[in-house]
């Protein structure tokens, strides 16, 4: 959701769009540090939250951060920017930070994937960010990005000394596109069947509901409108069939192209969705 204008501006924008639930940036994506949030900030933000009604916050964090990077300077600023969302999110109230994995760039997905949670152990080691649950999600797996399989988040939780502060985002458009089938209510109840044995489905947080450009096992992370992609409709709809994740909030990454008109189609057409799966389960 957009916070142009100050963060607390997302609230007063998830309502136009009708939002139950919002995931932010607390700074700018595209860059490692921030402005420090003033205690004015602070309070505006928590005011403005308390007033909406809209919960679960969710924040993503920069897209520049590579905790599985095996260069030694970008490992460090990784974590320093890593450690300073954890506050942010705290400060600000918020419970959960999205993460992506990382890549490996080059040196193994085992090699990878233990060097992440080496740089979670020494980032909860200090103490921040307490109470700020953080969020793997599941990746496309281009190139050398790790999260493509569940069985790799689970390498990385099972390594944490602190899992309870570890929970999971599963997006849509990319566990389609990294080779996972659940566009029919058989393959959906296989999918969830499989999350909860692998990782456990209590850790199941927040879903990114995206359609996808490109088809299943293509590795190809493209987003597209709901109903307008791969997934397609019967792809959510089989989905919203399984009990175990059909009120685990739902979070939009659709393209922007007239914000913020397609925030309230892709609203629509997934709350549609629920209705009739909710009549039909």
Not at 24 to 35: P, R, T, V
Not at 56 to 67: G, K
Not at 207 to 233: E, M, Y
Not at 237 to 242: E, F, G, K
Request: glycine share 8%; proline share 4%; charged share 20%.
């Amino acid at each position: 959701m957009s916070t142009s204008g100050g963060l607390h501006k997302a609230f007063a924008n998830a309502q136009a769009a009708g939002c139950d639930t919002i995931q932010i940036f607390s700074k700018n994506q595209q860059q490692w540090k921030g402005k420090p949030l003033t205690d004015a900030e602070v309070t505006q933000f928590r005011t403005a939250h308390a007033t909406s009604g809209i919960n679960p916050l969710v924040v993503h964090d920069s897209y520049l951060i590579n905790l599985a990077s095996p260069d030694a300077e970008l490992q460090a600023k990784s974590r320093a920017a890593f450690a300073d969302e954890l506050d942010r999110c705290a400060r600000l109230g918020i419970p959960y930070l999205v993460t992506h994995p990382g890549a490996h760039v080059g040196s193994g997905v085992e090699v990878g994937l233990a060097r992440v949670a080496e740089a979670l152990n020494a980032i909860f080691a200090t103490g921040v960010g307490a109470g700020v649950t953080v969020l793997l999600e599941t990746t496309a797996g281009q190139g050398t990005t790790l999260g493509r399989t569940f069985e790799e988040l689970a390498t990385i939780i099972a390594a944490c000394n602190a899992p309870d502060r570890l929970g999971v985002c599963l997006d849509t458009c990319h566990i389609l596109v990294a080779g996972y089938e659940f566009r029919t209510p058989e393959t959906a109840a296989q999918l969830v069947a499989d999350f909860d044995r692998i990782i456990g489905i209590d850790r199941l947080k927040i879903i990114h509901a995206n359609d996808a450009q490109k088809d299943l096992g293509s590795r190809t992370d493209r987003h597209a409108h709901i109903g307008a992609g791969f997934v397609g409709l019967d792809g959510f709809r089989s989905l919203m069939m399984q009990p175990a994740i059909r009120h685990v909030p739902m979070i939009l990454e659709t393209p922007k192209e007239n914000d913020p008109q397609d925030d309230i189609d892709n609203l629509a057409r997934l709350r549609a969705l629920a209705e009739e799966t909710s009549n039909a389960i």
